[in-house]
């Protein structure tokens, strides 16, 4: 059964104090990987799509990677507006219409 | 990015009125949309997927006749919660394909309460 998992479930940084979200996926034949952001009583925010292991993209203080197993936020010295729900979701139909299985997200808090 | 609108942000309805959320493509013509529902502290789950020109499809243990789908036009897809129940309150989403990408954009969402 194709499977999105995310660690860990919540997170607390002090501001500038970099880590790591984790996006484990088990589906057979990945077409995307995709990172959103939540903000409370809002809808998804794009971030990131990839789609092969091996592949990073980057946008201010975030970068994404892709395993074959798995995918990773990096957040580099993060600042309070950081704070948010970041969700990850795997594509892995036929189509571009085909369903996608969203992770339970990871909350970060970021402390000033 | 592209933009995808929602109306209304929120609604309190009392039980066993139908309520209608508009989801529309601001920027781009969509021939798919998708509706999600999430509860406080729960991830996106999807209910159906709606297509221009024809009937929506529907995620196993999503009532049809309760959730009804329109999707008039290449720009705007509607769902109707029909006799809503207060175990109908929660957040319901949109999201729209741009193009021939892979990409789903998420409108800002729809609270719904009913009292």
């Known amino acids: 059964e194709d499977q999105v998992t995310q660690s860990p479930e919540a997170l607390r940084l002090q501001e500038g104090e970099s880590s790591s979200l984790n996006c484990s996926y088990t589906?057979?034949?990945?077409?995307?990987l995709f990172w959103y952001r939540q903000d409370p009583g809002k809808g998804p925010e794009f971030l990131f799509t990839?789609?092969?292991a091996g592949e990073e993209k980057e946008k201010e203080r975030l970068k994404a990677t892709l395993t074959k197993k798995e995918s990773f936020l990096h957040i580099t010295a993060p600042k309070p507006e950081d704070s948010a729900t970041y969700l990850c979701?795997?594509?892995?139909?036929?189509?571009?219409?085909?369903?996608?299985?969203f992770g339970p997200g990871t909350s970060l808090s970021v402390i000033p | 990015g592209a933009v995808v609108s929602q109306h209304p942000s929120w609604v309190i309805c009392k039980s066993g009125t139908s309520v209608k959320i508009e989801c529309r493509s601001l920027?781009?013509?969509?021939?798919?949309m998708f509706w999600y529902r999430q509860f406080p502290k729960q991830s996106l789950m999807l209910m159906a997927t709606s297509n221009e020109g024809s009937k929506a499809t529907y995620e196993q243990g999503v009532e049809k006749d309760k959730f009804l789908i329109n999707h008039a036009s290449l720009t705007l897809s509607t769902l109707t919660v029909t006799s809503a129940h207060p175990e109908d309150s929660s957040f319901y989403i949109c999201s729209a394909i741009r193009g021939r990408g892979w990409t789903q954009y998420f409108g800002p969402g729809t609270r719904l309460l009913v009292l």
């Open positions: 920027d781009f013509q969509a021939t798919t």
């Open positions: 979701a795997v594509q892995a139909g036929k189509t571009s219409y085909d369903k996608v299985i």
């Open positions: 589906v057979s034949g990945l077409r995307g």
């Open positions: 990839l789609y092969s």
